[in-house]
């Protein structure tokens, strides 16, 4: 194993240039499977734990920062965005032990693309976009349009995610719904997170197709104002957008049930 530790932002930045590095910061992704990680242990690392300029939540006019090396616990513990975007808070709180929620981090999550991730489907829902930066340029992403397929981003190999910004839109709606075998300290059998803004509703899904997802076609169903019944009305249009599977974990008629039932007794609750 091989780490660089660089003192700058700069210096991270020039090192994934030279080279295809793995980028680190919290490790707790990495560190879950490390044990019986062959590969993991002969990898070659830029540690990003130092840089203080990738550190901290930013507020202004335009919304809010959370920037790469930002925390779960950072969030549960500042009181704005309690108040502003409680969604984050409900996530954290249910990401790990307090440990983690110490240790990792938003990007992080955001970057390890894993299908059942916690943070991701509520910073989706919230329209986040994700800044990218390389030595020669800084270009932004949609998150919704962040990923290609299991495990893949568009991120280059000399990129680095910078930050995480979020627009203030005022959502009068935010939920977010986490199913699995216990409260926290497990992997999602499903994810919703709900949100409503000026720019309409959010519908995002974990657990159910080969990334975090959008289900556009509940939200224009919203958006358009039609109204369901029962969760089974809603097991059609679901089906336009998940592609839930069989795992260890559970079935995929489990998940497709569940994700319809969670989701309407979300909408549910937010009329």
């Not at 986040?128 to 190999?157: C, H, I, K, Q």
């Not at 910004?165 to 699995?180: E, H, M, S, W, Y």
């Not at 000026?198 to 990334?211: K, L, N």
Request: aromatic share 6%; hydrophobic share 50%.
């Amino acid at each position: 194993m091989k780490v660089e530790a660089p003192a700058t932002l700069d210096e991270a930045l020039a090192c994934l240039q030279a080279a295809p590095l793995v980028p680190l910061a919290g490790g707790t992704d990495l560190l879950v499977h490390w044990p019986g990680n062959l590969e993991a242990k002969a990898g070659h690392y830029v540690d990003l734990w130092a840089l203080d300029e990738l550190r901290g939540i930013r507020r202004d006019a335009e919304g809010l920062t959370l920037g790469a090396l930002a925390t779960y616990w950072d969030a549960i513990r500042d009181s704005r965005i309690r108040e502003e975007f409680p969604i984050l808070v409900q996530a954290a709180r249910q990401v790990g032990a307090i440990q983690i929620q110490s240790r990792g981090t938003w990007a992080g999550n955001v970057v390890n693309a894993s299908p059942a991730a916690d943070g991701v489907p509520v910073l989706m829902a919230l329209d986040a976009v994700v800044v990218l930066a390389s030595a020669s340029r800084r270009r932004e992403v949609p998150l919704d349009a962040f990923y290609t397929g299991y495990r893949t981003t568009v991120r280059r190999a000399d990129e680095l995610v910078v930050a995480v910004r979020l627009p203030d839109r005022g959502n009068a709606v935010q939920t977010f719904v986490k199913v699995g075998s216990r409260r926290a300290q497990a992997i999602a059998k499903v994810g919703l997170a709900l949100a409503r803004s000026e720019a309409g509703w959010r519908v995002v899904a974990a657990s159910v197709a080969p990334t975090v997802v959008r289900c556009r076609t509940v939200e224009a169903a919203l958006d358009a104002g039609d109204a369901f019944a029962a969760p089974e009305d809603l097991l059609p249009l679901l089906r336009e957008d998940v592609t839930p599977i069989d795992d260890l974990r559970s079935t995929a008629r489990y998940r497709e049930m569940v994700l319809a039932r969670v989701l309407w007794h979300a909408i549910a609750e937010a009329a």
